[in-house]
C-alpha cells in the first residue's frame, strides 16, 4: 500500500460547518491520492478503528469499488439537533422526501417540536425516521419513541435509541417501531460477524468506519438485514463511497443519508462537482472527483500541532492496517 499511495504529501483539510451536525464546529481530514484516484482518510475524533477508516481512504484509489446497480440513490436530509424554525427551514428547502431527525439531545419537548416542524416542512407524504445516536436507556426509549411516533403520525424508524446490543434487544421488544441499529455495528470489532437479529429491523452503514465500500457490503451480507448508507459529515471525495455503497447494494429499500454535503461551509472539489441533492437524489459515480488546487489552498491546515496530530494519527492507521 505505501507504494501506492502518497502518505506523506497527502493534504490535510479543514472545513467549518454551518450547523451543530455531530458537535463538530470543523470538519478535518486528509486526502489520499493513489493510481486510479483519491480517497478521504477523516475519522472523528473518537474513533478507534483507524484501519478501517485508512482501508476506506485508499480503497477508491487502488482497487476500485464494485459495479453499481443504480444509477441514482435517494437521498434522506439530516435534520441536526437544531430548533424547530430552523428544522422546518432546512427540511422545506431540502428537495427530499425523508427526514433523518436527531434527538435525544435535549428535552423530549424539543425533540416533539422539531419532529413536528419537520412533518410540516416536508408535508404530510414525507415520511420522517428518528436518530437517537445512543443517548438513552430503554425506558427513556420506549416512552420518546411512543411520543414522537405519534407526534408525525408515524415513524419510518428509529436508529440506535440505546447504546448496546442488549438495550436495543430491549427496546425493540416493547415498540412497534422498526429499530435501526447504527453504532452498534461501526463501533464493533468485528462488524461483519455481528449477529443483529434479535436488536434490529435495519442495519445502518457507514463506508469510513466499516472499511470501506466492498466490507461494508459484506456487512450488508452477513447480518441480513435491510440496509440504508448514512454519511459521517465528509467532503464529497469521501460521500462519493457512501453512494458507492448505495449503488452497489442489492436492494434499497430507505432513501439514505448522504446529503450532508450542505453542513460544510466548503468542499475541496469544483461547484460542480460538489454533491449536492436536486430534488431527493444524488448520482453513482465510478470513482470520486478530484480535488481542485485553490479548494485545497483554502481549506488547508496550517497550524503546526493539528498538521503533526493528522500526521501521527495517519501512522497509526498505517500501523493497524
Known amino acids: 500500500m505505501q507504494t501506492l499511495i502518497d502518505f506523506d504529501g497527502a493534504p490535510v483539510f479543514a472545513i467549518p460547518t454551518l450547523e451543530p451536525v455531530g458537535g463538530l464546529a470543523v470538519r478535518e481530514g486528509m486526502l489520499l491520492e493513489g493510481p486510479q484516484g483519491w480517497g478521504e482518510f477523516s475519522p472523528l475524533p473518537h474513533e478507534r478503528a483507524l484501519g478501517r477508516w485508512l482501508t476506506a481512504a485508499t480503497e477508491p484509489g487502488t482497487v476500485g469499488w464494485p459495479d453499481p446497480v443504480r444509477g441514482r440513490v435517494p437521498i434522506a436530509v439530516t435534520i441536526p439537533a437544531v430548533d424547530a424554525a430552523r428544522a422546518h427551514e432546512i427540511a422545506a428547502a431540502s428537495g427530499c422526501r425523508t427526514a433523518a431527525v436527531e434527538v435525544g439531545v435535549g428535552g423530549l419537548v424539543e425533540d416533539v417540536e422539531r419532529v413536528r416542524a419537520v412533518r410540516d416542512g416536508l408535508g404530510a407524504d414525507g415520511v420522517l425516521r428518528c436518530d437517537a445516536k445512543g443517548r438513552w436507556d430503554p425506558d427513556t426509549a420506549v416512552t420518546a419513541i411512543a411520543a414522537l411516533d405519534r407526534a408525525v403520525g408515524g415513524l419510518e424508524f428509529i436508529a440506535q435509541p440505546c447504546p448496546t446490543i442488549g438495550e436495543l434487544v430491549q427496546v425493540r421488544r416493547r415498540v412497534e417501531v422498526p429499530i435501526a441499529a447504527g453504532e452498534s455495528i461501526r463501533e464493533s470489532d468485528d462488524p461483519i460477524g455481528l449477529r443483529l437479529g434479535e436488536a434490529a429491523d435495519i442495519a445502518v452503514l457507514a463506508t469510513g468506519p466499516l472499511g470501506g465500500v466492498r466490507r461494508a457490503l459484506r456487512v450488508a451480507e452477513s447480518c441480513g438485514l435491510p440496509c ?59 470513482m470520486p472527483p478530484a480535488p481542485q488546487r485553490d479548494r485545497l489552498a483554502q481549506y488547508a491546515v496550517t497550524d503546526p500541532a493539528r498538521l503533526t496530530w493528522w500526521r501521527e494519527r495517519l501512522q497509526s492507521a498505517i500501523s493497524a492496517a
Open 228 to 286: 440504508v448508507v448514512t454519511s459521517t459529515l465528509e467532503t464529497t471525495i469521501g460521500l462519493a463511497a457512501g453512494l458507492a455503497l448505495a449503488g452497489a447494494l442489492p436492494q434499497l429499500a430507505f432513501a439514505c443519508e448522504l446529503g450532508t454535503r450542505q453542513f460544510l461551509a466548503g468542499d475541496v472539489v469544483a461547484d460542480s462537482r460538489s454533491l449536492v441533492a436536486v430534488d431527493g437524489y444524488l448520482p453513482v459515480a465510478p
